[in-house]
């Protein structure tokens, strides 16, 4: 039973970034030799979460929209009045979203569906530099 | 320490159609004599979701309803206008709800509350035939 | 490779009571002298949830308002129709954040963001004695 402590460095423009992280994740895991176990794809930092889309590129929108629908950039946010940031809806979305995701492997292979794909979603109101944790524990 | 790769098949109705988990996992749990680790629950597709709830017929509908109200079934959807699946509703239900849970258990027993289940949630618009991964870690 | 079973308890004033949880898990993982692995936040309950935030007190509103605009407090819900509890909300809230957090550590260390922290949320519609079960899993 290993635990390896990896990671990915990606660049992202904010605003509802979404990345797909599957194919670099998939790499990492073959690197590593691993036939059976979860990887942890966590976020470092309070303003991107993880979860997995069928990644085209009507669905990317769409889940920007509903983010926009439900945490308006422009709304009205303590965050802001109190810091400035300006960023007061990618806070609240991060936390909505969540920054931790366990996808398990078997036989070498990620447990995904077909038509589904690991990403990760930059909700900042700026261009970024990016460290996403990869945690493999398995043998 | 071991990790064992299981699985469960289940049929559901779509449209938010939610199962209860909760007795089937135990049971793979018995059977595979764990006493201390967790597991992990991980949705394959695009279109379904877990989470926990207490798993009773009022808050099955409450769930139902929130999920219509944030994410119409009959919104407008760049998924749908691209390929024609009329299920852009579903996907971003999913990736909203994430597909992984992680529960640990202890002494033999997931560490639910008493008035707390696993549930399945598949939000696709149509009939389906589901494997949702469980992955065990423990000992 | 260990795996430890370990706890925190707490008590909330329910309505979105908020906690911070990052110093008191950091502690347990010093305790417990892990250098790498993950450690499991899982809420054992049905109308509570675990995220991670910038934990400063203009988030903390915001993500109280966020919860009441997505799911409010004096909406209508087959639960509290049929139990009368009067907490529906409660439990929906819960559902929708989810009831476990995977953080991976390494070198002794969480690998959260500088503002990154780890949160409970009690969505209940009353105080409360909580436990939080904390699953260590590392060597």
Redesign the interface.
Known sequence: ?K?I?DSLSISTRGFNDMKDLTGAIEKKLSEHSLK???V?V?V???TAGV????Y????V???SE?MER??PQHGS???????GDGN?FS??R???????????F?DGRL???T??QIVFVDFDNRSRSRTI?L?F???
């Open positions: 039973m635990i402590s059976n176990g979860i942890t966590f470092q930092g309070s979860t997995t889309i069928e085209e590129s009507g669905l929108k769409d889940f509903l439900l945490v946010y303590y965050h802001d009045a109190r810091w007061g806070h609240v991060a936390s909505l979203l969540g920054p931790s995701l366990i996808v398990p078997k447990t995904l569906g038509w589904q944790i945690q524990m398995g043998e």
